[in-house]
C-alpha cells in the first residue's frame, strides 16, 4: 500500500465565526485520511468523488456535535453508485465505504465525466445521530432526485433544522513527481456556515409553498432574507474548489480571504483521521447472532469462515469449531 501524502493543516476541522454577520461555520481538509480510505478500496474515480464528497460532508457535521457518539451518513438509491455509508465517531474517527455496479458506471462514465447527483440517482440519503444504546436515535431523510451532496444537505436543513445554511464541498487529486514516479492521492475539502442571530426572528425562513391553493388568487410569496446572511452567502459561494483543496491554502488564509472586511475569528481546530470500529471481538459477536444453520452456511471450500469488513477491508479468518466452543462457553 503506497502511504499517503502529508500536509501541514490536513486532516483537521476549523471552526470560525464572523460575528459581524452572525454566522458560524467549519472549514474541514482531508488529505491523507481521505486518500486511505479510497486508495484501500481502488475505487474508479467517479466513485472516489462521489465519496470523497460524503466523507466530508459527514466530518463537518458530526464535528458539531458536543457528546461521545456516532453520526452516520447512508444513501440508497437506483443510480449507479446505490449504497455510500460514512460512520464519524465523536470526536476524530471516521470510516467510509460505497457500493457500485460496475458494468452501469462504464457506460456513464463513457459518456463524460458524470455528476454525483447522476451517479447517485433517485432514493434517499439518511443522516442519524447515535448517542449510544441508551438515547434515542434521531435520523433526518432527504429524497435524492438527481442533486449532489451540497444541494441534499441545503435541502435537509431548509426542512428539517430550519437554521439557514450554507454548504460548499470539493473533491479532487494531487499530483506530485518523485524519483521518476508521478504519485496521486486524493484529496477533499468543505465548508459549512450558518446564519445564527440573537433574534429568532431572524433567522426566520420563508414557508413552504402551499402549492395550488393560492393559483387562483394572483399571489405570489416573497422570500426575504435578512442582509447580513444575504451578504455571507455572497462571500461565501466565491469559494473555488482548488481553495478548499490546495494543501498551500490554510484554511485560516482562506476564511481571511472571504471575510476579513466584517473580521473573522477562528477557534481551536480539531483533528480528524481515518480509523474503523472493527475487532476480532466485534466481529465474534456479531457471529454470535447468527443461527447454526447460516453459521454453517459461511464456512468456505477451505473449512475456514472468512469475513472481510466493508470499511477497510481487512480479512478476519475464522476455525468454525473454535466459534462454535465460544458460542457454548459464553452461553454455560
Known amino acids: 500500500m503506497t502511504v499517503a501524502l502529508r500536509h501541514e493543516g490536513d486532516?483537521?476541522?476549523?471552526?470560525?465565526?464572523?460575528?459581524g454577520l452572525d454566522v458560524r461555520g467549519r472549514v474541514v481538509r482531508l488529505g491523507a485520511s481521505i486518500d486511505t480510505i479510497l486508495e484501500r478500496h481502488t475505487y474508479p474515480a467517479p466513485v472516489s468523488r462521489v465519496l470523497g464528497e460524503a466523507v466530508a460532508l459527514t466530518v463537518l457535521l458530526g464535528a458539531s456535535l458536543k457528546f461521545e457518539g456516532r453520526f452516520q451518513l447512508q444513501t440508497r438509491s437506483d443510480g449507479p453508485v446505490d449504497m455510500v455509508v460514512v460512520d464519524f465517531d465523536t470526536p476524530d474517527r471516521v470510516r467510509a465505504c460505497a457500493r457500485f455496479d460496475a458494468e452501469?458506471?462504464?457506460?456513464?462514465?463513457?459518456?463524460?465525466?458524470?455528476?454525483?447527483?447522476?451517479?447517485l440517482g433517485q432514493?434517499?440519503?439518511?443522516?442519524?445521530?447515535d448517542q449510544g444504546a441508551d438515547m434515542a436515535r434521531y435520523q433526518g431523510v432527504v429524497a435524492l432526485q438527481g442533486q449532489d451532496?451540497?444541494?441534499?444537505?441545503?435541502?435537509?436543513?431548509?426542512?428539517?433544522?430550519?437554521?439557514p445554511t450554507f454548504v460548499r464541498l470539493a473533491v479532487?487529486?494531487?499530483?506530485?513527481?518523485?524519483e521518476g514516479k508521478a504519485r496521486h492521492?486524493?484529496?477533499?475539502?468543505?465548508?459549512?456556515?450558518?446564519?445564527?442571530?440573537?433574534?429568532?426572528?431572524?433567522?426566520?425562513?420563508?414557508?413552504?409553498?402551499?402549492?395550488?391553493?393560492?393559483?387562483?388568487?394572483?399571489?405570489?410569496?416573497?422570500?426575504?432574507?435578512?442582509?447580513?446572511?444575504?451578504?455571507?452567502?455572497?462571500?461565501?459561494?466565491?469559494?473555488?474548489?482548488?481553495?478548499?483543496?490546495?494543501?498551500?491554502?490554510?484554511?485560516?488564509?482562506?476564511?481571511?480571504?472571504?471575510?476579513?472586511?466584517?473580521?473573522?475569528?477562528?477557534?481551536e481546530a480539531s483533528a480528524v483521521h481515518e480509523a474503523?470500529?472493527?475487532?476480532?471481538?466485534?466481529?465474534?459477536?456479531?457471529?454470535?447472532?447468527?443461527?447454526?444453520?447460516?453459521?454453517?452456511?459461511?464456512v468456505g471450500d477451505d473449512g475456514?469462515?472468512?469475513?472481510?469488513?466493508?470499511?477497510?477491508?481487512?480479512?478476519?479468518?475464522?476455525?468454525?469449531?473454535t466459534v462454535e466452543a465460544g458460542i457454548e462457553a459464553s452461553q454455560a
Not at 452501469?104 to 451517479?119: D, H
Not at 432514493?123 to 445521530?129: D, S
Not at 451532496?149 to 437554521?163: D, G, K, L, V
Not at 459561494?237 to 481571511?256: A, G, K, Q, V
Open 123 to 129: 432514493g434517499h440519503l439518511a443522516l442519524t445521530i
Open 149 to 163: 451532496f451540497q444541494e441534499a444537505a441545503h435541502q435537509y436543513f431548509r426542512q428539517s433544522e430550519q437554521i
Open 185 to 267: 492521492s486524493f484529496r477533499a475539502g468543505g465548508l459549512i456556515m450558518q446564519f445564527l442571530p440573537k433574534s429568532p426572528e431572524r433567522m426566520r425562513q420563508a414557508d413552504l409553498h402551499p402549492g395550488d391553493a393560492l393559483q387562483d388568487q394572483n399571489i405570489t410569496l416573497a422570500r426575504v432574507e435578512d442582509d447580513a446572511w444575504t451578504e455571507a452567502k455572497v462571500l461565501a459561494e466565491t469559494i473555488e474548489d482548488h481553495e478548499l483543496l490546495d494543501p498551500n491554502l490554510s484554511s485560516e488564509r482562506l476564511l481571511y480571504r472571504l471575510f476579513h472586511e466584517r473580521g473573522v475569528r477562528v477557534f
Open 304 to 321: 475456514r469462515i472468512g469475513i472481510t469488513c466493508e470499511f477497510c477491508s481487512r480479512h478476519y479468518d475464522f476455525d468454525p469449531a
Open 172 to 178: 479532487g487529486e494531487e499530483f506530485i513527481s518523485a
Open 276 to 298: 474503523c470500529r472493527c475487532s476480532t471481538d466485534r466481529i465474534l459477536a456479531m457471529l454470535h447472532r447468527f443461527s447454526p444453520e447460516d453459521r454453517r452456511d459461511m
Open 104 to 119: 452501469r458506471l462504464a457506460g456513464i462514465a463513457a459518456e463524460g465525466a458524470p455528476s454525483t447527483g447522476t451517479l
Open 11 to 19: 486532516d483537521r476541522v476549523l471552526p470560525f465565526a464572523v460575528e
